[in-house]
């Protein structure tokens, strides 16, 4: 870091227009969920076609997301954050105005191929004007404002009723000015950027995402493969069940119209608001991760069988998934230290981004096919059985593979100790 750094109140500015710029990049991501039911309706889409909306947001990633940090080192910050937001606003509008399935494809995939090069962008322009000082908190707070825009999403069926009346173009429209939006407070703190940055007040280099290696994963201890299944496994159910096809389940089987859907859907996001930093205070105080990671990974499971076999109120699985999804990324990232040499971090990092892509991609796909494959609908509720079945049974999974964590590397003295020295692969 520079021996000087840029004044709090530049700083700050920043740190707003970092945030404005993620509320705006979540929202764009969440906004085919709450208009699913109507793409069915009115343009005749298939589940499969639905998910594949949210599906090919991660196709490009599985690649990109391992050269985004190198990019991003490359050119800066301001400049990479600028770019990525308004490839971003090109997909959001193309995804608005695109006549066809395979225009909006071409949109989502568009928006995907900037939106994870953009949120490496902005972590590393926060660490250009924080580090050193309260970065760990900004972090938090941007990223809290960011899961305010998938909030924001699924509420928009509530606050942007006539919008949602006029049809499924309508909604999207919105996402897309949100998305501008986002593009103009990455142009101003590109604008604002420019001065502390020739005054020499900023690093010359962020090591964002160290390069990818693959001789580095020889020496990743199985604690560490453990950690990786349990991500893939965990946030492929939980976003290609809530970001895609949750509303609409909501809808058909519950017997809710749009704007409750959308608004029960809300509460897993706004809890995780203010949930996940408490739950990272928490497990930092006890100086304990797995087991809390376990619990958290058992938490969606429960969730998904009381949705899919019983009749009880919606506030229940909600609250289970709403806590799953703030305890699970609390400890995950944290823990991931805990089990690597702080040298191959970055490898870590970046092989578990690329496997989550992918698995969030094959949810998607797989979700959508067996919906269906079963007729899935209004008139037919019971064809979500596969879905749910589905999710489910990959949700075991994942609890499977955090009880294997916490059985090879969850005891006190391990999660206590400092990061492991690199060895061989047990």
């Given amino acids: 870091m520079s021996a000087v750094q840029p004044p709090r109140t530049t700083a700050w500015i920043v740190g707003v227009l970092v945030a404005i710029s993620l509320y705006g990049n979540f929202y764009v991501y969440d906004s085919i969920g709450p208009v699913a039911d109507l793409l069915q309706q009115q343009r005749g889409f298939s589940d499969t076609q639905v998910g594949l909306l949210n599906a090919i947001y991660s196709l490009p990633n599985v690649v990109l997301i391992l050269v985004g940090g190198v990019l991003v080192d490359r050119f800066g910050a301001a400049c990479m ?86 049809g499924w173009q309508p909604p999207l429209l919105i996402a897309a000015a949100i998305a501008a939006t986002s593009f103009a407070a990455a142009f101003a703190y590109w604008w604002v950027d420019r001065g502390p940055r020739r005054a020499g007040l900023l690093p010359a280099g962020q090591a964002v995402a160290e390069k990818f290696a693959w001789r ?63 739950f990272g205070w928490m497990c930092d105080r006890l100086r304990r991760y797995a087991p809390f990671l376990a619990f958290g990974a058992l938490l969606l499971p429960i969730a998904l069988a009381v949705l899919a076999l019983t009749s009880w109120s919606l506030w229940v699985p909600t609250a289970l998934i709403g806590v799953s999804y703030s305890l699970v990324p609390a400890v995950m990232w944290p823990l991931t230290s805990k089990l690597v040499a702080p040298n191959r971090f970055g490898t870590a990092i970046g092989l578990m981004w690329v496997v989550q892509n992918g698995g969030i991609f094959g949810a998607n796909v797989a979700a959508g096919w067996l919906n269906d494959r079963a007729g899935a609908g209004a008139a037919n509720p019971a064809g979500y059985d596969p879905m749910m079945w589905f999710f489910g049974l990959t949700s075991v999974a994942g609890f499977a593979f955090a009880l294997l964590l916490w059985w090879v590397a969850g005891r006190r003295q391990h999660e206590q100790r400092a990061s492991p020295a690199p060895t061989a692969a047990a």
Wanted: glycine residues 10%; charged residues 10%; neutral net charge.
């Fill in 81 to 166: 954050t600028l770019v990525t937001a308004g490839i971003c606003l090109a997909g959001a509008l193309l995804t608005a105005f695109s006549s066809d399935f395979t225009g909006m494809a071409a949109g989502r995939l568009l928006y995907g191929i900037g939106a994870e090069t953009f949120n490496i962008a902005t972590l590393a322009a926060v660490a250009d004007y924080f580090g050193g000082r309260s970065l760990a908190l900004v972090m938090g707070l941007t990223l809290a404002i960011g899961r305010l825009g998938s909030y924001g999403a699924d509420m928009s069926p509530t606050w942007f009723g006539s919008a949602y009346a006029l």
């Fill in 216 to 278: 580095d994963l020889l020496h990743f201890r199985k604690a560490y493969w453990y950690l990786l299944a349990l991500c893939v496994l965990w946030y492929s159910v939980i976003l290609a069940f809530r970001s895609t096809f949750s509303i609409k389940y909501f809808q058909h089987t519950h017997g809710l119209d749009l704007a409750t859907a959308g608004e029960m859907n809300s509460y897993v996001f706004l809890a995780a608001v203010f949930a996940t930093p408490a």
